[in-house]
């Protein structure tokens, strides 16, 4: 994580701590406690689809409908259009009712902004804070935002509690840290923050813990850099209602807009930072940058959400993307590292109306860059490999460790084991995610409508950092693939970067492993052994396409 420098004239020069954007797992049940809360017809808002039994979610009751699979069409999608938010008004029908669904859009809400991801820990009560940011200044943790009075958010109005979302301002007045994603919350609409209130005050547990205070040390502890922070990025409230309400050609890329700017977040990731770790761009009108692809967030690389044909997602279809935020998976790739955190605690939860609503307006925005072309199969590396004889090193490597899932043409077993020829996130011009992976291996974790868990193992006590090197060049450079070389000293950086945290961000499933221990890590094996190809793990029954 690179320091983040401010220079404020008349004040100190102060480094501004800002967000590692470390998704944290979240313990399974958080989604909601509510049972049956779905089940009436006449519900305006769509719920979270069911967790299937195998997962523990189920046993806390969630009974949301499965929108992929419920047999009548569901009511059109919570939130409104954009146009006027604050003229939504809720039905009226009797208290209950009305409350019951306001509840159940609120959770709908929090699940679109991700709400679990920094603030739920895994095996610890949802909501209840305490998940660790590494920053350069020291360490900050999530807050407790569970409605209990001492150490949550339990005496904060309604009025408070949208200021906090929206601006970073606490009641007392203090400035959030930008770790908590305002900037792009900003956009949010009262009713959809009047929902989330009811929902968080109404429907989530107090849970009496106090999260530890933050490791940052005095004099840069003080909040008020915060406050020149916010005054210089973070958008007032009237700018951003502005631009949400710009003109769209249409409702749904309206809706996709307001998603993927607003509660998605997605830019917090996807756009890169300025010095400050400011967003360089917050929505599509200020320009290129937006969503071009980010910096590296704990080793995980966040690609292009535009046009470009090789690097972006030029080349998916809206159908594509969809699975993809559903599901974790499609035929070009899966969700991996914090992204599959995003889609655990997130996406996977939207209805087809709303992820439909998303990929339009992902797929409106044009390339950054303009140069690339579509990505073309190339078959030497396949013939290679599947000659035999002698291999380069990277060959012999990829044979030897990945073809098994992966193929010897690259093209894996989609969607379970994703393909490397052609995907972007493989050609993507910075390969931490790549490393990241091959050290520490990842699991793709099921979801609703994709139970299955499928996982990668990790060769990082296997293999060495120059073998890891070779590898990952070679998959960056077969197959028609053209991602530049990488270098032994790039593995040798992300290995003291990884941290137990950062290997697996959702939350174990009884059919996946447990969270990794600080013994996890992998360490490069001793220069003097020649360590033996093993066979994977889990590989797949059938390797005869070799
Ligand atoms: C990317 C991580 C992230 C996401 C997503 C996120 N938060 Fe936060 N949030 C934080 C961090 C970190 C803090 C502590 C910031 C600080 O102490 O300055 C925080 C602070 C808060 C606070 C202030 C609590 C207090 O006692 O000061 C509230 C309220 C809050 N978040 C609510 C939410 C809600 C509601 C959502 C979803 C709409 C959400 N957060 C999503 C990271 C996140
Ligand atoms: C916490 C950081 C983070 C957030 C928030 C986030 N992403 Fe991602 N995203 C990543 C990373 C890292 C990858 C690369 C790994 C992968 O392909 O899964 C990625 C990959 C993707 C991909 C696959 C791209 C490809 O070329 O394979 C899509 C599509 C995507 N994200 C969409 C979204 C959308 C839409 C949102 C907002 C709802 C979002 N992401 C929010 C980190 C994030
Ligand atoms: C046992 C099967 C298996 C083996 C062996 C294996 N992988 Fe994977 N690989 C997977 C699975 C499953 C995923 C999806 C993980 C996820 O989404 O979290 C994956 C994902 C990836 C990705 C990310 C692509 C994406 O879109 O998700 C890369 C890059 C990758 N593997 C490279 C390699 C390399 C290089 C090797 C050999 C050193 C290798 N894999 C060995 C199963 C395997």
Known sequence: MTIPVLAIPGLATLA?????????????????????????????????????????????GTSPANTLSAPTALPSP???????????????????????????????VAAAADCAACHSMPGAAPYSGGYAFQLPIGTLYSSNITP???????????????????????PDGASLYPAMPFPSYARMTDADLHALYAYFMQDVRPVPRAVRPNAI????????????????????????????????????????????????????????????????????????????????????????????????????????????????????????????????????????????AMAAYLKSLPPADETQSLWQPDLTATHALQAGGRLTPGQQLYLDNCAACHRSSGAGYAPAFPPLAGNPVVQSSTPDSLIHIVLTGATLHGTASAP????????????????????????????????????????????????????????????EPAPPQPNDIPKPPDASEHPAPQPAASTPASTDNR
């Not at 989604?31 to 039994?53: D, K």
């Open 78 to 108: 919570a939130p409104e259009i954009t146009q006027h938010p604050s003229t939504a008004i809720t039905p009226s029908v009797s208290t209950d009712s009305a409350t019951h669904t306001l509840i159940a859009k609120g959770r709908y």
């Open 217 to 356: 040390p005095w004099p840069l502890s003080m909040r008020f850099p915060l406050t020149v922070w916010r005054w210089f990025f973070a958008p007032s409230p009237h700018a951003a209602r502005k631009s949400a309400e710009r003109l769209f050609a249409s409702p749904q890329l309206a809706r996709g807009a307001y998603l993927v700017e607003g509660p998605g977040h997605c830019g917090a990731c996807h756009t890169k930072r300025g010095l400050a770790m400011q967003e360089t761009a917050l929505t599509a009108e200020d320009g290129p940058h937006y969503l071009a692809g980010g910096a590296p967030v704990d080793g995980w690389t966040p690609p292009s959400l535009r046009g470009e044909p090789r690097t972006g997602l030029g080349a998916w279809s809206e159908a594509d993307l969809i699975a993809f935020l559903r599901t974790g998976r499609n035929l070009h790739g899966s969700s991996f590292g914090n992204m599959d955190t995003a889609v655990h605690h997130g996406t996977q939860y939207l209805t087809d109306n709303d992820l439909t």
């Open 16 to 60: 501004l701590a800002t967000q590692t954007l470390t998704t944290p797992a979240l313990a399974a049940e958080t989604q909601g406690a509510h049972s049956g809360s779905s089940a009436t017809s006449s519900l305006p808002v769509p719920a979270p689809p069911v967790i299937p039994s195998a997962s523990p979610a189920a046993s806390s």
């Open 452 to 511: 299955s868990a499928f996982t990668m193992p990790g060769f990082g006590n296997r293999l060495s950092n120059t073998q890891v090197a070779t590898v990952v060049t070679f998959i960056r450079q077969a197959w028609g693939n053209n991602g530049s070389a990488v270098q032994a000293a790039d593995v040798k950086r992300l290995r003291n970067e990884i941290t137990p945290s950062t290997m697996q961000s959702a939350p174990p499933t009884p059919m």
């Open 148 to 170: 209990d009075k001492t150490h949550g958010i339990g005496n904060w109005t309604e009025a408070q509690f949208m200021r906090a979302i929206r601006e970073g301002v606490r």
